[in-house]
């Protein structure tokens, strides 16, 4: 089991950025395509972002493609979400997800306990 836990979320100002990061422990975590994923309240939650074991292949949803940069460093454990040019729409729970297979986040195996962002107006 990977154990995940988030921080860097907040209040922040409509085009603002924000950086969320995510601490793992386990000792498969560099063999495993890391994500992000959103919920905002009365919706369902989505897929945000997404990269593989190595960092070499990395994915996105098409509302964020172009503003926000997911990265990883598999010597410190971590998974990042850089935010830039961040919308009102944004405005959800954030979860850092490891999947279960080296490339595709798809399947979920662990979830970190979500960090609130909120983008005002």
């Known amino acids: 089991q990977v154990q995940l836990v988030e921080s860097g979320g907040g209040l922040v100002q409509a085009g603002g950025s924000l950086r969320l990061s995510c601490a793992a422990s386990?000792?498969?975590?560099?063999?495993?395509?890391m994500g992000w994923f959103r919920q905002a309240p009365g919706k369902e939650r989505e897929f945000v972002s997404g990269?593989?074991?190595?960092?070499?292949?990395?994915y996105y949803a098409d509302s964020v493609r172009g503003r926000f940069t997911i990265s990883r460093d598999n010597a410190k454990n971590t998974v990042s979400l850089q935010m830039n040019g961040l919308k009102p729409e944004d405005t959800a729970v954030y979860f850092c997800?490891?999947?279960?297979?080296?490339?595709?986040?798809?399947?979920?195996?662990?979830w970190g306990q979500g960090t609130q962002v909120t983008v005002s107006s």
């Open positions: 997800a490891a999947s279960i297979h080296p490339n595709a986040v798809t399947q979920v195996g662990s």
């Open positions: 386990g000792r498969t975590f560099s063999s495993l395509a």
């Open positions: 990269i593989n074991w190595s960092g070499g292949a990395t």
